[in-house]
Each structure stands twice: as C-alpha cells, then as structure tokens.
C-alpha cells in the first residue's frame, strides 16, 4: 500500500507565524506596556531573569505594581524567596488587590549571607549574590612512613 504525502501548503507555513506574531502584539491584562525612547516595551507583571555568572548569582524580577515597602525578601543557605503584596487600591477599573510569591533556588557555590538586593524609579528589583571565594590550596606536609 502506498501513502501519499501532501506537500506542505502556503498556509500550513504561514500560519504558525501569523499565530506568532498576533501573540507577541497582543497585550492582555497582565502586561504593562512602556515607552522607552523611540521602543515600546511589554512587561508581564512578575516577569523575571536570572543569570548564574563565575562572580554572581542575579535575580531580575519586574515588580511595577508594587512599591518598595511592599515587597519583602527573605533567604536561607539554600533558597531566596520574594514576596509583594498590595491591599486592595483602587485603579482605572475599579478595584485591585495583588499579591506575588517566587522562590529560586541558590546555587551551592553562593555565599548566602552576600545577598543584596535594589529596586529601580521602573519597579525593577534587582538581586545579586555573591560567589564563594575559592579556597587557596593548602600546602600540607605528609609524613612517609617505613615498612
């Protein structure tokens, strides 16, 4: 038995694409939209990046809906936790009350106690932690013994 494979139409090609671009123009709720210069940028609220350099460990996150006071941060040996909360405010449409938890798991090779942490005019909060340094080899002396 033979089985004819239809050759890939126009549509089948494009339409993914179409699909694509209508979902990164279109802006639902979730997205703040700014301008930047001569750029229009969209942020989903609680949108975050983290790089693990050879220095550091960063934590991006976008927090515009909050203010400063409103977020709390806490960290262990082994993990950083971010939490903002609003009580209900009124906007545009009524009423809003937010509240956002996210925990990212440190790296082993982290000094838990360098963690610092800074909140941009943008609502960008910007964490870093600091790598361990690397410990120096030590020279130790190894007696030989006779048998």
Known sequence: ??????????????????????????????????????????????????????????????????????????????????????EEKQDNHGFVSREITRIYKLPEDVDPKSVTSAMNAHGILSIKVQKKSPEEPKEISIPVTFK
């Open 1 to 86: 038995m033979y089985r004819i494979a239809r050759q890939p139409s126009y549509y089948d090609e494009v339409l993914p694409l179409f699909r694509l671009a209508d979902e990164l123009t279109s802006f639902d709720p979730g997205y703040n939209v700014s301008s930047g210069g001569d750029r229009t940028v969209a942020r989903r609220h609680g949108e975050s990046e983290v790089h693990n350099t050879d220095k550091e460990f960063r934590i991006r996150m976008d927090l515009h809906h909050y203010r400063p006071e409103e977020v709390k941060i806490t960290s262990d040996n082994t993990k950083i936790t971010i939490n903002a909360k609003h």
